[in-house]
């Protein structure tokens, strides 16, 4: 454990990078590295977060630019060996947009940003992301394009797979479903709009982001 | 090489809402214009490009809209394709 590394990738207009930083080696006592999105080798690190912002400035959609860095590449090989990926806000729709992650974020119905606490249920223990003990737990959302999108067939593969991670208490943004936070069929992706590393002191509010981001560092 | 000239349109599918057409369709209101059913938002890319064939510019530019401009989760997209004769 104490070698271990996690990734956090920066792409021009991320800017919670320093935040996970702040979380994972401040709260949580976890080594990490920045990683340029043009770094095709990402073979030296245990898991990778993609974290939020506007990368290349949300331009044509959210994420779109992104997926075509070098870096997301690279990150089709190692999702495949099992290790784990998060994608927060930003790196959910970065996910979405490249295919790791079924379904689309697009505008929330209210046309607001939104910037407050969420209350949301953990559906899922697959992938151990979160802790089983809690049914509820309270993370920060930030977004103005954080409304989940997926077909009546996509929903149905989510269920039957037990693949929804977070559904809203009260749905702010108009994601179908409710959903909040989706992953994938080995449970070594987790995609998800609110910010765990924004929830990770009392002093700011609460701690219920540390076990997700622990789990960075935990085997499934 | 030959230039052509393409105007890719892509509109959010109608299954999706578009909240941000919902805002211009009540301003349209307030602007006094009656009798809109529906205003939907959606974007046009113009690209100018080089091929040798109408085939290939079309080729060309359907890998871009399928891959790059248009999500195809939420997003339609069509396209204009013409050759420039300069």
Known sequence: MSNFTVGIVVFPGSNCDRDILWALEGCLGIKTKFIWHESSDISEFDSIVLPGGFSYGDYLRCGAVARFSPLINSLID????GRRV????NGFQILTE???????LTTNKSLDFICKDSELEIITSKGNWF??????????????EGRYFCDEDTFKELSDNDLIALRYISNPNGSSYDIAGIINKNGNVLGLMPHPERACDNTIGGNDGLFTLKSL???Q | MNQFEAKVSIRLRPSVLDPAGEAIKSAAS?????GINS??????IEVNLEAKEEKEAKEKIELLSDRLFANKVIEDFDYDLKEINE
């Not at chain 1, 998060?86 to 806000?89: A, Q, R, S, T, V």
């Not at chain 1, 490249?98 to 689309?104: D, K, N, Q, Y």
């Not at chain 1, 802790?131 to 103005?144: V, Y």
């Open chain 1, 78 to 81: 190692f999702v495949k060996t």
């Open chain 1, 86 to 89: 998060i994608g927060i806000c």
């Open chain 1, 98 to 104: 490249s295919g790791f992650l079924p379904g689309a």
């Open chain 1, 131 to 144: 802790n089983s003990s809690n049914n509820k737990i309270n993370l920060p959302i930030a977004h103005g």
């Open chain 1, 217 to 219: 560092i935990e085997s």
């Open chain 2, 30 to 34: 307030k602007l006094g214009v009656e």
């Open chain 2, 39 to 44: 205003l939907r938002i959606g974007k046009l």
